[in-house]
T-cell receptor
């Protein structure tokens, strides 16, 4: 069975500082990996995805993530955050034959 | 514009009443999903459907029912059997087996 662990429930970061949101997964087969962002009282929107190929994936709003198969991780990074990045971020995993599994989310708080 | 429309955005109901949440998509997606979101618990799958006139239970289907009579529509009924129905409900759709989900804006149900 697949599972996703987001290691931090909340991450406070000063504006213009770098940030890393951590995600580890478990699966016995090849996976597809995703990061979604949710702004308050809205649905989720896709930030980026890894399906195959290059392990460094670039997404919208300056975010990127690196797929590390040996460490079963897919951490999300941004070199300089802005106040508008305040949101909840969800890591998700699936394979071709199973439903998508979400982590419990990480709240990113941007401090002025 | 293509997308997913959920209605209503906010809904208040008395205990013991059934409630139906609407979800319509014009993305021509085969698969549709209903998730429940509670603070700190991530997204939990209620029901999903990969084809018209067929649907499967997710992880927390008890107290909920769905139908899929048209490709575009996947309404969710929260029945009086659901013990704790107050939550944020998210509808999503996807092309089957890609794993990438497109979400609606959500419906917040409060049972008084």
């Amino acid at each position: 069975a697949q599972s996703v662990t987001q290691l931090d429930s909340q991450v406070p970061v000063f504006e213009e500082a770098p940030v890393e949101l951590r995600c580890n997964y478990s699966s016995s087969v090849s996976v597809y990996l995703f990061w979604y962002v949710q702004y308050p009282n809205q649905g989720l929107q896709l930030l980026l995805k890894y399906l195959s190929g290059s392990t460094l994936v670039k997404g919208i709003n300056g975010f990127e993530a690196e797929f590390n198969k040996s460490q079963t991780s897919f951490h999300l990074r941004k070199p300089s955050v802005h106040i508008s990045d305040t949101a909840e971020y969800f890591c998700a995993v699936t394979n071709r034959d199973d439903k998508i599994i979400f982590g419990k989310g990480t709240r990113l708080h941007i401090l002025p | 514009d293509g997308g997913i429309t959920q209605s209503p955005k906010y809904l208040f109901r008395k205990e013991g009443q059934n409630v139906t949440l609407s979800c319509e998509q014009n993305l021509n997606h085969d698969a549709m999903y209903w998730y429940r979101q509670d603070p700190g618990q991530g997204l939990r799958l209620i029901y999903y459907s990969q084809i018209v006139n067929d649907f499967q239970k997710g992880d927390i289907a008890e107290g909920y029912s769905v139908s899929r009579e048209k490709k575009e529509s996947f309404p969710l009924t929260v029945t009086s059997a659901q013990k704790n129905p107050t939550a944020f409900y998210l509808c999503a759709s996807s092309y089957t087996n890609t794993g990438e989900l497109f979400f609606g804006e959500g419906s917040r149900l409060t049972v008084l």
